[in-house]
């Protein structure tokens, strides 16, 4: 059973859906936890069942795409807890518009909320583990949009392939200080601003691309990230962990009956 008790974490988008469930799993299973979003409400709720497992707990308001602010809760997990040993850069946010309907400058907020923060956030916090010198890991969330296209979110499926290839790219320079790099790519999950969107229509589409018929949910992805940032991962880097009920690599023709006679 992977065990955090000792470590510190930051987990940004840490407030709500896939952030919040990792968030109080690595609380629940013994690090101290640093949570970094927008929301203050939601923020101190997390809060209060991070520190409702027994370990102490922070939340930063602070906005994941600015340097200064990325600085401030970098600084901010290593004055309430003494060290960092663990980055989840999981903050995200969506933007719907097809391509010719984008403008500029929803697309360089989408780039620089998804990807410039997982850059931000990947960089201060390596400066720490580096000065350390106890290794780390590093957990940036992609989505298997990455992979596959997402009509009307072409700011947000190039945030995500972007984080894929920057976090084989950290990978690489990190490893020389025992300092892992990888990916989640998780599918559909249930998350309070998905979770309206999965009308009945909606999953009956899904599970007919989907083998194994079900939604994830935060839990499933944060199972993930508490492998990824235990001891058990340590040989593992610049690799990514798909969590999407075998959505991307089921290559069937659903309703299709193959070899007929």
């Known amino acids: ?20 469930g990792i968030a109080k799993l690595f609380a629940q ?35 994941v795409g600015l340097k200064e602010d990325t600085i401030r809760y970098v600084e901010a ?25 984008t403008e500029e400058e929803d697309w360089e907020r989408i780039i620089r909320n998804n990807l410039t923060s997982c850059f931000l956030g990947s960089k201060y ?7 350390q010198k106890q290794g780390g890991r590093i957990i ?11 009509p009307s979110c072409s700011a947000y499926t190039a945030a995500k392939g972007g984080i894929e290839s920057f976090t084989r790219t950290l990978a690489t320079e990190l490893a020389p200080h025992k300092i892992t790099a990888n990916i989640l790519a998780p599918g559909a999950t249930y998350t309070e601003l998905t979770t309206p969107m999965y009308t009945p229509a909606v999953k009956e589409a899904l599970f007919k691309r989907i083998p194994l018929q079900d939604i994830a949910e ?44």
């Open 1 to 20: 059973m992977s065990n955090l008790s000792g470590k510190v974490a930051i987990v940004t988008g840490g407030t709500a859906g896939i952030g919040a």
């Open 29 to 63: 299973k013994g690090a101290n936890v640093a949570i970094v979003g927008r929301n203050e409400e939601r923020g101190r709720k997390v809060l209060q069942a991070i520190e409702g497992s027994g370990v102490k707990g922070l939340f930063v308001q602070a906005d």
């Open 77 to 101: 997990a290593l004055s309430a807890f003494g060290g960092l040993h663990i980055m989840v850069n999981n903050a995200a946010v969506i933007h719907q518009a097809n391509v010719v309907d």
């Open 125 to 131: 916090a390596a400066k720490a583990m580096i000065e």
């Open 140 to 150: 940036n969330v992609s989505s298997i949009h990455a992979t596959l296209s997402e």
């Open 218 to 261: 935060p839990e499933d992805i944060a199972h993930a990230a508490l492998y990824l940032a235990s001891n058990e991962s340590r040989y593992m880097t610049g690799s990514m962990l798909t969590i999407d009920g075998g959505y991307v690599m089921d290559g069937s023709l659903p309703g299709a009956v193959y070899w007929e006679e």
